[in-house]
């Protein structure tokens, strides 16, 4: 009799460590829950790993399967979209990176925490996985650094001090499942938070224009009656006479440039010198940016100094100076600016063209969208 109790705790003992680990497998099967009250995010993550890819953009799967968790993006996401992670808990990646913008800024130059403008017009987010360099003046290569920078930047997030970044998003209750589902606990650390962002970033791919239906292939236009007679117009002179394609070359990824910088003669003597301030002799060269989105990114160049589209095009047009390190594809047989000669009509039908490169589904994505609202 005397065994009794000892043998049905015991027996309690298995039982409840039965339950027990039952009971965590379940969890670890199940994402941990997030807080409704403040985040909207769907119980079974969006998927941003195995998203579906046109033939032509099929290169980035690879990079996905790689690179991405569902559960880290989705982190990545709410990092993106937190204001907490700047100083004053005022601005967000997405304060000056609008996703129905393209993720660029409709301001020439955005505003920081502080209320301090940045020195250059902030760069539109489309397709980062294919990207090897990145800002205005390609001074960063690596996407999981790069993410780091905006929000250290004294006038952009000026959280200089990742000890207390750290502490801060720790003390947030609804990080916990955030971390926990993608790292396996909630330890928050600077590295996780990079990775993270990082991951939500490649998984940034806009690859629905109505351009992109125009090429199912990766070997060229194949479908050109996806665009209209004026478009098509426009993509003979972007890939012709204009020689837009020569470097917004979509060959290799169909993205709309490709890895170099150029000097485009906006300005004989430029105020900005791009790569020429960490590298001498590159004065007014910067990086090749991607026209996805075009119409939505406004304004244009590095500061943002064209309104319109129309004026980008008399740039090239019409406008461009004799800069130190004017690319040869913009110069003539003399060595001058080149002067296109595009009629109205062409001029017209190369704004029509880019317009062509608006993806819908990506400034509309859930996936991509503010979890707090
Ligand atoms: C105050 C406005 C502001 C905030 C906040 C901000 N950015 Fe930016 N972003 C910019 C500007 C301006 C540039 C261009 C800077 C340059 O080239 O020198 C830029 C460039 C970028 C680029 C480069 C894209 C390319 O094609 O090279 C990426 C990626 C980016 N930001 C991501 C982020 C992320 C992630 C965050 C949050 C951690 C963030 N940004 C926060 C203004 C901002
Ligand atoms: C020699 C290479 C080169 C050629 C040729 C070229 N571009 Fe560019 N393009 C660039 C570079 C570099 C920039 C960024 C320049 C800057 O901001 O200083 C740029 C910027 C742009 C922008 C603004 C992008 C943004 O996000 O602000 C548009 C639009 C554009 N180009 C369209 C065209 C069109 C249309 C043509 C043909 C008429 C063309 N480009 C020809 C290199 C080139």
Known sequence: MKNIPSISIAALLI???????????????????????????????????????????????????????????TLGRVLFYDPKLSLNNKIACASCHLQEKGFADVARFSTGFDGALTKRNASSITNPADMQTFFWDAREDNLKEMVLQPIKNHIEMGMDNFDALEKKLGLLDYYKPLFQNAFGDETVTRDRIAEAMSQFLTSMVSANSRFDAAIPSSWGVQNPGALTAEEQHGLHLFFGQAQCGVCHNPNSSQDFFNETFADIGLDQNPVDKGLGANAPGMDGLFKIPSLRNIALTAPYMHDGRFATLEEVVDHYNNNIEASANLHWTLKDFNGQPVRMGLSETDKKALVTFLKAMTDQQYINDPKFADPFK
């Open 15 to 73: 039982f409840g460590s039965i339950a027990l680990l039952t009971n965590c497998k379940k969890d670890a099967e199940l994402p941990y829950k997030y807080e409704a009250d403040v985040l909207k995010l769907p119980e079974q993550p969006f998927v941003y790993r195995d998203q579906p890819l046109p033939p032509h953009m099929s290169h980035l799967q690879f990079t996905l399967q790689n690179k991405v968790t569902d559960h880290g993006a």
